[in-house]
């Protein structure tokens, strides 16, 4: 996948609850330290990644690529969009279907704090969360 999410692309290698985010990032994993991110990001229950994605626009099957490939290993998938709400092509909502994987899209606030919770709790659950200015 163009988005350089292989096992050996530089990554946080736990998932990390997101502690802010905004001009052009996100700041993550206080407990150690804390460390930040400029760009999207993708998380999920193995690690934290560079996503190759600046708008909604660009979410993509192979901007996505990843979390089907993991779709054993995931519940639920968030998109956070940006600033904006925004409605996922039926296309990719049905590839997730395929998958079994549920998904919402939502503005990257509401999907940063909804997967805190979820990571909180323990669930099975994975984040593309583009970054806002």
């Given amino acids: 996948m163009a988005a350089g999410l292989g096992t050996d692309a530089p ?6 609850p997101i502690d802010a985010y905004g001009n052009g990032g996100f700041r993550f994993g206080g407990h150690s330290g804390g460390m930040s991110h400029r760009g999207s990001l993708i998380c999920f229950p193995d690690g934290m990644w560079a996503w190759p994605v600046a ?7 192979e901007t996505l690529a990843q979390v089907f490939a993991r779709g054993a290993t995931l519940d639920v998938f968030l998109i956070g969009a940006g ?23 939502m503005t990257t606030g509401a999907a940063v704090r909804t997967y805190n919770v979820l990571l909180a709790e323990n669930r099975r659950a994975g984040a593309g969360l583009i970054a806002v200015e």
């Fill in 55 to 61: 708008s909604f626009m660009d979410v993509t099957a």
């Fill in 83 to 105: 600033r904006d709400p925004a409605l996922l092509p039926s296309a990719l909502r049905e590839m997730f279907h395929d998958h079994s994987i549920s998904v919402d899209v």
């Fill in 11 to 16: 990554h946080l290698p736990t998932p990390a």
